[in-house]
Structure formats: structure tokens, C-alpha cells
Nanobody, 120 residues
Framework: QVRLVESGGGLVQAGGSLRLSCLAS????????VGWYRQPPGARRELVAT???????NYADSVKGRFTVSRDNAKKTVYLQMNSLKPADTGVYYC??????????????WGQGTQVTVSS
């Protein structure tokens, strides 16, 4: 049984920074691609950034140059460093991971989300 837990959200003023963490636990053999998504109020969930197992990264245009995704495989943790935050970055941030469990089955998992609120 695999669990993803996000943390690090909160309330910050525009221009500030937050670092989100996504910790994976459970019967994990390997963690492949991981993505950070966000869902603004009243809007659809959107992809923010991804990081592959080899640490190759991609970003949504709206966050390029401001957000950085990284991973620590030994700690089974993926981070999202968010700088120069804007009110438009407000939303619930979710972690999504493609994980192979010890039975060699690959599944996609979601965390429960962490709220980020950026005030103007």
C-alpha cells in the first residue's frame, strides 16, 4: 500500500516563497515520473511541473523561471520550490507519482493536496 503526503503549503504574500514536499511511503520498489498539479478555486486541475526518475524536468509556461522541482530518491521525496509567488498561483497543490510496488506492478498515485494561498 502506497501513500503520498504533501506538505509545506500555507499563506504567503505576493513575491514570497514556499517549498512543497511530497513524501512517498509504503511498499515501494521504485518511483518513476512525479508531477505537481494545482487546482485554482473554481478551475480545473492543471499540470505545474514534472520530474522523471533521471531528474529531467518540465514546467508549465506560467511557472518557468519561478518554480523548481527536485527529488531525493533516498528519502522518497519530491520538492517544489516556489519563488516570486503571485496571487494566480493560489490553489490546492497535488503530487502525482508513477510507482512500481514490490510486486512489480506500476500504478499512479495521488496525494491529498496542500493549500497554497498567495495574497496580493
Amino acid at each position: 500500500q502506497v501513500r503520498l503526503v504533501e506538505s509545506g503549503g500555507g499563506l504567503v504574500q505576493a513575491g514570497g516563497s514556499l517549498r512543497l514536499s511530497c513524501l512517498a511511503s509504503g511498499n515501494i520498489f521504485t518511483i518513476n515520473d512525479v508531477g505537481w498539479y494545482r487546482q485554482p478555486p473554481g478551475a480545473r486541475r492543471e499540470l505545474v511541473a514534472t520530474i522523471s526518475k533521471s531528474a529531467s524536468t518540465n514546467y508549465a509556461d506560467s511557472v518557468k523561471g519561478r518554480f523548481t522541482v527536485s527529488r531525493d530518491n533516498a528519502k522518497k521525496t519530491v520538492y517544489l520550490q516556489m519563488n516570486s509567488l503571485k496571487p494566480a498561483d493560489t490553489g490546492v497543490y497535488y503530487c502525482n507519482a508513477v510507482i512500481m510496488t514490490s510486486d512489480l506492478v506500476v500504478r499512479t498515485y495521488w496525494g491529498q493536496g496542500t493549500q497554497v494561498t498567495v495574497s496580493s
